[in-house]
């Protein structure tokens, strides 16, 4: 099932209420989808970018308008205001552009509804395709036996479907190599234990649960032989990826253990450094609540970043849908994205 889809609307799964249940929402308006974004019920970059183009196409339904004018002017202000809701995964910004300028070449108001949405229709439809491709480049990577260390979810459930992180993995499983997973649980809202581990075992892909303070001991006890994860925004010395990416990317380093991120082109920002990047700062309550518990004092300081940049030079290559980009990054990435 795709993680965001058109059907007489917008729907897509609610995925804060996984792993218990599997639950579409419809989003009938793009507040409800600026609503969704920010608390995370559509995430991951790829379904992010997805989730921007649909939103003009959304935007472009939901009321009636006078003029093709009045519509046009409509959108650009929704695409602004969807633009605003997470500042890191640059895709969010990739779709929502896409689906706009489509829809600004129509010429009456039925026209600039179709191109909008024929063009959230392409994009998905070219996640998915892209996806594969880069799960058959990255799979060359991985070993029959071979245990992989992930962490956040890059999977499905990240993209409109198959991943990028994960979508290795599962490329690698379908062309018959016996891999294991271990997904570190990614607090503080643990897309790791309840994304990635529900949707590997939906899949029947062997993973194991760790909590992010077990990477040392992992690796240390040589349990981790390549690690996979994706990215929300790759610029010209770093990769933005979900907090605690760098730590991960730390101790592989420490111990020679290859650190692969998989991403499309669309998640390249390549005119970009680190120092450009704004990094989102999520609300105090996710690490002063566990679920209702409470399990910080009230009035404690917190600071809770949600990325973090991993530098390039700890990432041994960049598996996209155009192949694998080795060292040089600064040569090759121009080369083989083309950008
Ligand atoms: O805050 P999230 O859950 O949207 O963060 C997602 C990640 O960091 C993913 O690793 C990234 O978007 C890559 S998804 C293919």
Known sequence: MRSIFWDNGLKLIDQTKLPEKLEIIECRNIEELADAIKRLAVRGAPALEAAGAYGIALAAREREFETVDELKDYLRKSAKFLASTRPTAVNLFVGIERALNAALKGESVEEVRELALMEAERLAEEDIERNRKMGEYGAKLLEDGDTILTYCNAGRLATVDWGTALGVVRSAVKEGKRIKVIACETRPLNQGSRLTCWELMEDGIDVTLITDSMVGIVMQKGMVDKVIVGADRIVRDAVFNKIGTYTVSVVAKHHGIPFYVAAPKATFDWGKKAKDVVIEERPREELIYCGNRQIAPL?????????????????????????????????????????
């Open 299 to 339: 009035d404690v300081k917190v600071y809770n970043p949600a990325f973090d940049p991993t530098p390039l030079e700890n990432v041994t290559a960049l598996i996209t849908e155009y192949g694998v980009i080795e060292p040089p990054y600064d040569v090759n990435v121009p080369k083989i994205l083309k950008i």
